[in-house]
């Protein structure tokens, strides 16, 4: 076939065709949809991807000195809004909170999530999930003095786990994964395990642990999912999977406990609340509060409670081991209170 038709395909038919082609390349490279915001035009095919593998944060925030604080990159096939300052961050998320609430169309959340749950599914269930699941916290005390009480007493714990430790150097990461658990139990099905339980560690840790070492990988999958069906990534996921299988193999029986106890007026945390209400909208066939959506839901609770946490933590602890007269102030202002 190849030898059938390159005798009619001269030179001059070959400059022709790139001069077709190679326009539609460069368009199809450069182009973005209406106003999205200035930013780096990056490579072909890979648009910043390249730059993100080592140190994300550092080259997106290099970029964002040329391109602003509002900036848009693409990243593979996915044209991707970056924030880089408090105020764009505030404008987006808590100003317009609802116009920003979506969350990319992606193979990855949906196989991960099952579609249950509120972290990465869209519509009228995440809609539904999140008005039960902001109204159910707040009853239980977040936003509000008794979670400080519940975080003191973590704290307590911690820094007992810390003189243990003294003053050798060690990865404080693991511990403070533990604590920040901790307080999401709590809060889910009232209890608390201590640092060395090894069944904890195994179970509801495996997947906090796993989005802490991986969130990278998960990111990566996240806007090129065909990865998954390669190696190293097809390990990557099925550790994701059963990282969360052993979440639900802890979840599960505790599940199953409260509902001996599930009372009709009351709860005491978010697992005996979704059993209340899975049990008084029963009878409702629109209903779709069930025993999986509450697995779903408490799986958020912890992916979305620990990595986040757990991270603005350790970043604070850099920058406070890095400024000393900063720790100094924090000291003599809780010395005060
Ligand atoms: C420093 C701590 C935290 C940061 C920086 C953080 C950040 C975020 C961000 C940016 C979102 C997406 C918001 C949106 O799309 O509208 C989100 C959603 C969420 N976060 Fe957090 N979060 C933190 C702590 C927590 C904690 C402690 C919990 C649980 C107790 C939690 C549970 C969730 C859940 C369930 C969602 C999904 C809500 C939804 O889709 O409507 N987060 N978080």
Redesign the pocket.
């Known amino acids: 076939m190849i030898e059938l038709l390159a005798p009619s395909f001269d030179k001059f038919s070959w400059v022709l065709i790139g001069a077709f082609i190679l326009p539609v390349l460069i368009w199809q490279w450069v182009k973005r949809p209406k106003n999205f915001p200035p930013g780096p035009v990056g490579l072909p095919i890979l648009g910043v991807a390249g730059s993100l593998i080592n140190r994300a944060e550092v080259s997106l925030m290099k970029m964002s000195w040329t391109h602003g604080p509002i900036m848009g990159v693409k990243l593979l096939r996915k044209f991707t809004v970056v924030l880089s300052s408090v105020e764009a961050m505030q404008n987006a998320?808590v100003k317009q909170?609802h116009a920003?609430?979506g969350r990319p169309d992606s193979i990855m959340f949906q196989a991960f999530t099952g579609g249950r749950g509120?972290?990465a599914i869209d519509g009228p269930r995440?809609k539904e999930n999140?008005r039960f699941?902001t109204v159910t916290?707040r009853k239980l005390g977040?936003g509000r003095a008794i979670m400080e009480e519940r975080i003191v007493d973590e704290a307590m714990y911690f820094c007992e786990a810390l003189q243990i430790i003294q003053k050798k150097s060690f990865n404080i990461t693991k511990l403070i994964t533990h604590s920040m658990a901790n307080v999401?139990c709590g809060?889910a099905f009232g209890e608390r395990f201590n640092y060395d339980d090894k069944r904890f560690i195994s179970t509801a840790r495996a997947l906090v642990d796993w989005f802490n070492d991986n969130s990278n990988v998960f990111m990566l999958l996240v806007f090129a999912p065909f990865l998954r069906h390669f190696w190293p990534f097809t390990n990557a996921v099925k550790s994701l999977k059963s990282a969360r299988e052993k979440l639900y193999t802890m979840l599960i029986p505790i599940i199953d406990r409260h509902r001996e106890t599930v009372d009709d007026y009351d709860y005491r945390d978010f697992i005996e609340a979704y059993l209340q209400k899975i049990s008084q909208t029963r009878d409702d066939p629109t209903s779709f509060y069930s025993d999986k959506e509450l697995l779903g839901n408490v799986r958020?609770?912890f992916v979305?409670?620990t990595d986040?946490?757990v991270n603005?933590l350790r970043w604070t602890i850099i920058y406070l081991i890095n400024r000393p007269e900063v720790q100094k102030k924090i000291q003599k202002e809780i010395d005060r209170v």
């Open positions: 998320l909170g920003y609430a509120v972290l995440w999140r699941g916290l977040a999401i809060l958020d609770l979305g409670g986040t946490t603005t």
